[in-house]
């Protein structure tokens, strides 16, 4: 006949010293609970995130259809519906810089069924708005960056400026005269207006758009003269002549326009600002969970047809692991933070 187990476990928690039978023995029944409590708390916690994504997943953004964070945000979610066998669902929230699809993204449940498609503009919203209800960095955990591209300097037909010296030119001939559209209060193609204003000493006015094609479309139709935005809207309108590249905002130039200079090497040594985009998610996003979402993001910008649909707006695949979009992301919003104040770029409510 076997032994009894209870006369086992006597044996093993008996004492060398007999009056400290109790307190041992209490400790050790103490420590079989904790190991069990966390045992049983990791088991959960692993069969949860096997079982991610259970369904549906909503992939937000802060701006409107049509634009380039829309049409990336797109690119990444059917591939992402194909790998997960699960909807990946686009939900546009623009408006506020982009800062209310962040704040939606910093309250929802770190659970991985709601992400984030993070613009640049992120990074600048800490210096250009008085509050925020959210942490730029803390709030939000990283999975991975996802593509980069140049911001552009464009002008209608009619503008009396054909390059960048002749802008600067005109603009300092006439402060507060021209007319500048961007997409929206705070977005990174605002920032860029305004650092290339304060760089160069000049003074034009804000009209902020919706993004998407309502920038260019202002363009043609002569409600302002110039415009800051990124090439994907607007790649067709300069292609066919409708309205005219005056220059990049990147040290280097622009693949898909080659002939059109840059701020840097005509009027504005050093100047260097692009637009990036990155998968992000709630704080305490279960780590399992981010680095499938990493997988899945730096699979995607790896296939050769998914390249051809970047670069079809200027974008190049830009991907990292977690921690290194995590530290991209903290130098970003200190880099900008610096920036602004340096430059005395009042905040905004």
């Not at 600067?168 to 961007?182: E, F, S």
């Not at 309502?214 to 090439?231: C, D, H, R, S, V």
């Not at 990493?294 to 079809?312: G, H, Y």
Request: charged share 15%; hydrophobic share 45%.
């Amino acid at each position: 006949m076997g032994r009894n187990p209870n006369i086992v476990c006597k044996q093993i928690l008996k004492p060398s010293f007999p009056g400290r039978r109790e307190s041992i023995t209490h400790a050790a029944r103490t420590a079989a609970v904790a190991i069990a409590i966390g045992t049983a708390h990791t088991t959960i916690t692993f069969a949860a995130d096997a079982k991610w994504p259970s369904r549906p997943i909503r992939m937000i953004h802060g701006f409107i259809a049509g634009g380039n964070v829309d049409i990336t945000a797109r690119l990444v979610a059917a591939q992402m519906s194909e790998a997960y066998g699960q909807q990946v669902i686009v939900d546009g929230r623009p408006g506020a810089g982009g800062t209310n699809g962040a704040a939606i993204v910093a309250k929802a449940e770190p659970d991985g069924h709601t992400i984030f498609l993070m613009a640049s503009g992120h990074a600048t919203s800490p210096a250009l708005y008085r509050k925020l209800p959210y942490d730029p960095v803390n709030d939000f955990t990283m999975v991975s960056m996802v593509a980069s591209n140049p911001m552009v300097v464009l002008a209608s037909p009619s503008f009396a400026a054909k390059t960048p010296q002749e802008l600067v030119q005109l603009a300092k001939n006439d402060p507060g005269k021209i007319n500048y559209g961007t997409g929206g209060v705070g977005s990174g193609m605002h920032l860029a207006a305004v650092l290339f204003q304060a760089r160069a000493g000049l003074k034009m006015n804000h009209v902020p758009y919706k993004g998407g094609n309502a920038g260019p479309l202002a363009l043609i139709q002569n409600e302002i003269p110039l415009l800051f935005t990124t090439p994907g809207g607007a790649s067709n309108f300069v292609d066919s002549g409708r309205i005219r590249a005056i220059a990049v905002t990147t040290k280097k130039r622009f693949s898909l326009w080659p002939n059109v200079p840059t701020l840097a090497e005509t009027v504005l040594p050093d100047f260097d600002v692009l637009a990036w985009y990155a998968v992000a998610a709630p704080q305490n996003l279960p780590a399992p969970i981010a680095q499938r979402l990493n997988e899945t993001v730096r699979s995607i910008l790896q296939r050769p047809d998914i390249k051809e649909k970047f670069a079809a707006f200027g974008a190049e695949p830009f991907s990292t692991s977690p921690r290194e979009a995590q530290q991209f992301l903290a130098a970003e919003v200190a880099r900008w933070t610096k920036v602004i104040r340096d430059e005395k770029i009042a905040p905004q409510d």
